[in-house]
């Protein structure tokens, strides 16, 4: 499998339904993830600080912090560690309004099933290839 073990993901969502279920989603794949959450921007920064995810997931609408100010402090101290947020907001405009360069990569809610799995292997392996 592209995907070693260990590699720690963090999730940041507000919505515990949804947190829940990409978590689980990411424990069915068998694919030895560490996976830690954080359901506000503020704990997502902190938790990620302890932890040092290789991937964080991050919602954009975000008690006390939002996803675009938390990925912009997590990318400061880790810059390798990819951003992927993950929207509702899914039109390539709405998308335009948060780019920036602490954001890799951009997933609808919608999508978690066809392509959580592909982009995080991307970034892994994007990772290995600098190596």
Known sequence: MLISMKTKILIVEDNQDFRNMVKCYLEKQNLGFEIHEAATGLLGVEKALQERPKIVLMDIRLPFLNGIEASSQIKKVFPDCKIIILTMFESPREREVFKNDNIDDYLGKSEV?????????KYLMEGRNEN
């Open 113 to 121: 099933y066809d392509k959580l799995i592909p982009t995080i292997q």
